[in-house]
């Protein structure tokens, strides 16, 4: 599933300045995604260090392989998923060469952009979007607070649990968060009430873009999963605890979750993350085995993530006292219960058929202790433990300003790290 070659060489240089320090960007990296400069027009692009390498003028250049260029022409990555993670590993190829090959500078620099002159897009139209539930530290937390006696039901070392999301409300990083109202019943009341969310959190998860199609009716085995994995993002499932408290019973989460899903506009590829391709933790003694429609050996030795989540915040005051944001948590990408692969393969073992461009998120991934826990509900404990902040604010939820941010590094000894980039928001007052 994973081939590691010469594009992960760790001494691998390119010739754009800064680039080989870059934290995020190193040429071994060459995530994916959507900009447009004055012009409005959309193009696939690169980064790579503080620049981006506009993809879709170097293919109509004749610069990159003849196979992707109708698909660098479409304004979105869809068409580019739709091909195959052989095509796209030529593109990495063709790319890799001429940033580490000075002789391709001039060509190139024609192509080259300031990040901060470019305007970043949501990089595919988004057809679908399921959010998965496989943290099982947050699984459990958060099933505690909703049903204290019955935290982790019995059907969730079986199931890969999900549940279909909206996609049209998905946006990109620095999209506002516009707090929601709906309808929520307090404790000390009989009655529910209508009115902006009290209890608003967020959720670091991981998105993963879908790439190829199985024909409706043809479920995806296990073994050839790992194939429909284009790439990842960060994925940032905000939540409002009081609706969702209120209505998931029983056909679970509906308008606590679907007011907004923002996403990080850069697509760490599977061929980037290869490098970083852990074995899947093994599970408790006395936990069941897969399914055998869900086990996979290769799977079970490579299907996990070397990745370092972080999850901090800014607020308002914060910001205004110049202060940077705070770190909530840290932690490993490892708590996920089930593999990206076996997430495919449950949503498609009906015959269900994932699309191009099609996202999933993982579920929200806490670490088994207080060092990465992945939203403030686990924080604060639902409001009875509010967590401290630099400047002695608390906070049990989010408040309007406060500013969200979502990072993550692929690390792995031996190798370049390379990084996610950011995906962060700022929550705003509820529309009168
Ligand atoms: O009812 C529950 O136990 C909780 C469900 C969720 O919060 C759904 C969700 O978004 C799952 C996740 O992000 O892990
Ligand atoms: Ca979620
Ligand atoms: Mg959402």
């Known amino acids: 599933m994973s081939h590691i070659d010469h594009t992960h060489d760790r001494e691998a240089s390119s010739w754009i300045d800064g680039a080989d320090e870059h934290p995020d960007f190193p040429v071994q990296n060459l995530p994916l995604g959507i900009f447009s400069l004055g012009d409005g027009q959309r193009r696939v692009g690169t980064a790579i260090g503080d620049s981006i390498l506009d993809l879709s003028g170097l293919s109509r250049d004749r610069l990159l392989p003849d196979s992707v260029r109708p698909a660098l022409e479409t304004g979105t990555l869809n068409a580019l998923f739709a091909l195959s993670s052989a095509e796209r590993q030529e593109l990495r190829h063709g790319v890799f060469a001429s940033l580490t ?10 192509h080259l952009y300031p990040s901060q002159h470019c305007t970043m897009h949501l990089p595919f139209t988004v057809g679908d979007y399921t959010d998965f539930y496989v943290g099982i530290h947050h699984a459990t937390n958060i099933g505690r607070q909703f049903r204290p006696d019955n935290p982790l039901l019995p059907n969730y070392k079986y199931v890969p649990i999900g549940y279909h999301g909206r996609a049209s409300s998905i946006r990109l990083s620095g999209t506002p968060v516009i707090r929601p109202k709906g309808q929520h ?21 991981l998105g993963v873009w879908i790439a190829g199609e199985n024909a409706l009716g043809e479920p995806v085995p296990i073994s050839k999963a ?22 998931y019973q029983p056909l679970g989460p509906f308008l606590a979750k679907n007011f907004l899903t923002s996403v990080s ?25 897969p399914l055998p429609y869900l086990f996979d050996a290769t799977d079970q030795a490579e299907g996990a993530f070397a990745l370092t989540l972080e999850t901090w915040i800014a607020t308002r005051k914060m910001r205004e006292a110049g202060m940077p944001p705070h770190r909530l948590g840290t932690g490993p990408a490892t708590s996920m219960y089930w593999t990206v692969a076996q997430m495919v393969t449950h949503h498609t073992a009906n015959g269900c058929n994932l699309m191009p461009g099609d996202l999933l998120g993982t579920g929200t991934i806490s670490t088994p202790d207080p060092s990465g826990l992945g939203s403030l509900m686990e924080l604060s404990q639902g409001g009875k433990a509010p967590v401290t902040l630099p400047d ?4 049990s939820f989010l408040e309007d300003g406060d500013e969200l941010i979502l990072s993550a590094r692929a690390v792995r000894d031996g190798f370049r790290s390379i990084g996610f980039g950011l995906c962060s928001g700022v929550v705003e007052a509820a529309r009168t």
Do not use: H, M
């Not at 090959?101 to 024609?110: E, W």
């Not at 019943?185 to 998860?205: A, F, I, V, W």
């Not at 790439?231 to 609706?243: I, K, V």
């Not at 002695?392 to 906070?395: D, I, N, Q, Y």
């Open 101 to 110: 090959d000075r002789t391709s500078r001039v060509a190139l620099l024609p």
């Open 185 to 205: 019943k307090p404790s000390y009341s009989d009655l529910p009430g209508y009115g902006p969310t009290y209890r608003l959190d967020y959720e670091l998860e």
């Open 226 to 247: 790992g194939s429909r994995v284009g790439g990842l993002c960060l994925l940032n499932d905000w939540s409002a605890r009081d609706l969702q408290a209120w209505e």
């Open 265 to 289: 506009p850069w697509v760490v590829t599977a061929e980037a993350l290869a490098p970083f391709r852990i074995a899947q933790p093994a599970r408790p003694e006395d936990d069941p085995a």
């Open 392 to 395: 002695g604010e608390e906070r």
